[in-house]
């Protein structure tokens, strides 16, 4: 079972918090920093500021040396997708390729109204014509042009640079609820598909949901990564599990129900209710990004349990 750190900035942190978590999510032996990508909080007042995941990402690229970084998930409306597909392949680079593009259609409206990107009410299509744009720029040949004429986007004469590290392109991850478009969309174009806060059993589902896609599009469901994001309250008792909870506003019984909460021993006992079903990889959600005896206590307990 491979085990990253997932953080959602917007809710209050520096670059200089992220890179120490960063830091810690490299020297404790986790496989990955993965930030979401919003830019106005979702609760208390959001101090300092929302930082820019693609900037912090190239930040993080130059200061670790190990671990993959990426997004979950980069907001489609927030960037073009010419210019996205350039950010992603030089922060690639930057990393020596050790970066994963998630993205999804966005959805959060009042970020966009706060600092004036446009929210338009057809989303999904401009994100499956994203996707088109991304691959068939990394992936046309050098020395060649892309074209594209969508009914969002179009691209003429592009030179397709530049490339990235990896090849063909660094993974994408698409994830989400959509019964229908969304395993359609994985796929066509994604590595990894993600369901993000969900039960075992809505997991499975919908994990089933894009094995059928997969094989619809001539792919073997083994081609696919299957992974989950849950909120993390680790604690060695539950003194420690409630002091955890209170510090981001949850409940210890709640968590328990919604995400990877209670001892360790609980903690492992669950992420292999879905390693059952077929994750591969977990994403725990850090929400206090200042308490990193809580990143150590799960690397300790937690990942030596599951050999990540």
């Known amino acids: 079972m491979d085990l990253r750190i997932f953080t959602e900035p917007q809710q209050g942190a520096t670059y200089d918090t992220l890179l120490t978590v960063a830091k810690a999510t490299e020297d404790l032996g986790f496989g990955a920093f993965f930030r979401s990508d919003h830019y106005l909080h979702m609760s208390g007042d959001g101090l300092p500021g929302p930082t820019d995941a693609w900037i912090t990402l190239a930040g993080l ?7 993959r970084l990426g997004t979950l998930m980069t907001a489609a409306t927030f960037r073009l997708p010419g210019v996205l597909a350039i950010q992603v392949a030089q922060v690639d680079a930057m990393s020596g390729g050790r970066v994963e593009l998630g993205i999804g259609a966005g959805w959060f409206e009042q970020e966009h109204t706060a600092y004036g990107i446009p929210f338009p009410r057809e989303r999904f299509g401009r994100l499956e ?93 083994e081609d696919m990564v299957f992974s989950n994001a849950l909120v993390a309250c680790v604690g060695k008792d539950d003194a420690e599990v409630a002091r955890r909870a209170g510090v981001i506003g949850r409940e210890p019984a709640e968590l328990r129900e919604n995400g990877l909460a209670g001892s360790p021993g609980e903690v492992v006992d669950k992420i292999g209710r879905f390693a059952e079903i077929g994750s591969t990889r977990i994403y725990f959600q850090i929400l206090d990004l200042d308490d990193l005896d809580h990143l150590e206590l799960i690397a300790s307990e937690v990942m030596t349990q599951l050999g990540g």
């Open 61 to 67: 690229a130059r200061e670790t040396k190990r671990i």
């Open 129 to 221: 014509e994203q996707l088109d744009i991304l691959t068939g720029l990394w992936d046309t040949p050098v020395g060649d042009t892309f074209r594209y004429d969508g009914r969002h986007y179009s691209l003429a004469d592009s030179p397709a640079l530049p490339k990235s590290a990896q090849h063909p392109h660094p993974p994408i991850l698409i994830g989400g609820f959509g019964a229908k478009r969304t395993p359609a969309l994985a796929a066509r174009f994604a590595n990894e598909f993600n369901f993000p806060f969900g039960s075992v059993d809505t997991s499975a589902q919908q994990f089933e949901r894009v094995r059928g896609a997969l094989i619809e599009h001539g792919r073997e469901a």
